[in-house]
């Protein structure tokens, strides 16, 4: 039997929410919906890699800077006609993402700054206490 909690939660067709252990394999199976929805979604004209990148970097910097044990993270997809939303939200609405430009050498530091590139828009929503999301936005070309 899987241990690993992930929930699926009903939603609209163009809404999808995955609840995830912030744990290395929660990260891992972020990445898993996203081109698959994506496709079912008729969106595959956006190269699905830079949304599975930046599910992966967001997922990534929440689980390794604002994660509390035993605390999930929400992982959101929306389609919103002209873009494509990724959202993931946690509970640590106190600690808000900066930019740091890491060393030359640094092994780790450089995922906010690779969502900057990535994305058309990035920004963070707070609340409700004690939640805050983060989010990356992709514009979508017409189909």
Partial sequence: MNSEKSTRLLSPADHL???LSPTPR???LARLPVTDWMRDRGLSHRPSEAAEHLVAELAT???TRDRLPGRDFRLALLDRGAALRIEV???RGDDLPR???PAPDAESGRGLLLVEALADRRGVDLGPVPRKTVWAELDLPPA
């Fill in 26 to 28: 929660g990260v891992r």
């Fill in 61 to 63: 910097h929440t689980t």
């Fill in 99 to 101: 930019r740091r430009v």
């Fill in 89 to 91: 939200t946690d509970t």
């Fill in 17 to 19: 929410s995955v609840l």
